[in-house]
């Protein structure tokens, strides 16, 4: 708990820095020395990323969040070609489909992890056409847990 607290007062130290007025120096290292401590607290794998890569990935993760939660409501209401609908940008595109049976051999590292959360994300609709209610939430709580598990793995971090 101590070591979070120390992020804090880093990062604290940066805003106030660049409130106040302080030279930009001062500032600029302070917002290092908050971001160097961040690096140290978060042991993931890093993955570099440009700013506009970064942002285009936020946008994705916010439209599978709320794929995700247009397929359940759908499933809430009986209506499975709703889910079906909902779930559909998440799975895989066509080309990539024939990867699913084997994807820690066609990809890896995050690569293979992006292609397996695709392929779990395709059961959601398959199990929506057995208008099942238990098989859509295996099979959303399947790709989710890709999800947790590539972002425990990794971390986004500008280039």
Sequence with gaps: ????????????????????????????????????????????????????????????MMGFSAAIARSLQAAANDDWEGVATASSPLGTKPRQEANCDNVWGVETGIDAMALDFRCRANKIAEAADTADHRAVLRATSETLNACNTCHAAFRSELQ
């Design 1 to 60: 708990m101590q070591v979070t607290i120390s992020a804090l007062a880093l990062a604290c130290v940066a805003v106030v820095a660049g409130c106040t007025g302080q030279a930009g120096t001062n500032s600029s290292r302070a917002a290092q020395a908050a971001q160097a401590e961040l690096a140290r607290l978060d042991t993931r794998t890093p993955y570099p990323m440009t700013a506009s890569k970064t942002w285009d990935h936020k946008q994705k």
